[in-house]
């Protein structure tokens, strides 16, 4: 697999490219802005998209998800606790940037569940504490997890937001990604990219 990041809107958020190079499938995580660059890059490079995934409902993760997902005819995935962020521009914040955004999903995901996505099995771990209904997704033979705004390098997501709860992050990291392998390498939402092991020893949050 191959993995492919790309700096997107006005908040500097990590759009990522998951990529089976055999077939050139490809997963979208994150597509907060730029949807028009990144469906040229896709084209550029000939690759197969099968599938967004979104890891929470804010709008600097999810803005160009549909028009994203619209232009490949593919479908748009989210946990099942973050319909209400999702529909609500309060919730999604798209209102602290004077928008008034809706976003939606096809698929409403629960946790623990795999998707079997591009080639590729994607398990689904629910991480509430930057919202309800945020996730990571873990795919288990790469030792890869794209972690959203859950876990950052030496860090964590914001909780001051709607749904937010410090608490709630941190046993939400402990829990569910504290006990993955030391080597699985950490593709955050924001900043650069870090592994468990790293954080597990260095993030003075846990």
Partial sequence: MKIEQYCVGEVATNCYFAIQEETKELLVIDPGDSAKMLAGK????????????????????????????????????????????????????SSMVGRRDVYHADEFVRDGEVLHLAGM???????????????????????????????FCQSVGRTDFPGGSMSALVRSIKEKLMVLPDGVEVYPGHMGMTSIGSERARNPFL
Avoid at 48 to 72: I, S
Avoid at 122 to 151: A, M, N, Q, R, W
């Fill in 42 to 93: 896709i084209r550029q490079e000939g690759l197969k998209p099968q599938a967004v995934l979104l890891t929470h409902g804010h709008f600097d993760h999810a803005m160009a998800a549909e028009e994203l997902a619209g232009e490949f005819g593919i479908k748009i995935y989210a946990h099942e606790a973050e319909r209400d962020t999702l529909k609500d521009p309060g919730k999604n914040v």
């Fill in 121 to 151: 099995e994607v398990k689904v771990l629910h991480t509430p504490g930057h919202t309800e209904g945020g996730c990571c997704y873990y795919l288990e033979k790469e030792k890869v997890l794209f972690s959203g705004d859950t876990l």
